[in-house]
């Protein structure tokens, strides 16, 4: 058998593995948790200072002061953004937002729009582009990426600060990665490998989404329905 290139997923993820000694569910499981654990938050106060946060007050901050400001009749609406896995976990995000959550999204991933911003405009600024195009004030971000390195991501920040969107980041690898440093909350799992990042990505989105359904949708729907 061949050695597999050290640039391979593969060897990415045999390494990472191997570094932190996992080598069953019990220790990757483990690791997981200690990871989610160990998350941080940063939240861009008005004087631009970033403050450190708990995870679960930043969630509660992004429920009340963000996402209830998109309940109708609000015109606002959610983009989500990211790449790869992080693209995956990002029109997961779309679907459930709009279905469980009553809230207007805007997919940016379908494929004509995108082919057409990447091959007009550039893949650097296949998110940013349409942002521009139809980002309104008070219209919120999340954006995903596990390096936060990500050009096409970043520009998609720029963009959507420039339109006066609320920008959510969330992101992994290195601390002073540059998407950590965009966003008006800045999820930021420590961990450098991707398995790590996204699974912690995920369930902080669902539990995000979860908890605005059960505290500002259904029991609002029940006491319409008195």
């Not at 440093?181 to 539990?207: A, D, M, R, W």
């Amino acid at each position: 058998m061949s050695k597999i290139p050290e640039n391979r997923a593969p060897a990415k993820t045999f390494h990472e593995l191997q570094k932190l000694s996992v080598i069953d569910s019990v220790g990757y499981f483990k690791n997981l948790a200690d990871i989610l654990e160990k998350t941080k938050v940063t939240w861009m106060q008005k004087n631009l200072l970033m403050k450190k946060i708990t995870l679960n007050t930043a969630i509660d901050l992004l429920i009340s002061s963000y996402l209830v400001k998109l309940l109708p009749p609000a015109t606002q609406k959610l983009f989500v953004v990211g790449n790869g896995g992080s693209a995956a976990i990002a029109m997961h995000t779309l679907v459930d937002y709009a279905n469980a959550g009553g809230l207007r999204t805007h997919d940016l991933f379908g494929p004509p729009l995108s082919s057409c911003m990447a091959n007009d405009y550039g893949y650097k600024n296949g998110f940013a582009k349409p942002i521009e195009m139809f980002a309104n004030e008070g219209d919120i971000l999340f954006a995903i990426s596990s390096s936060g390195k990500s050009k096409n991501i970043l520009n998609a920040c720029n963009s959507a600060l420039a339109k006066k969107c609320q920008v959510i980041t969330f992101s992994g690898f290195s601390p002073y990665n540059p998407l950590r440093k965009l966003g008006h909350l800045n999820f930021y799992v420590p961990s450098t490998h991707y398995g790590f990042v996204e699974c912690p990505h995920q369930i902080i989105l669902h539990c995000i989404l979860d908890l605005f359904v059960r505290s500002n949708v259904y029991e609002k729907t029940i006491e319409l329905l008195g």
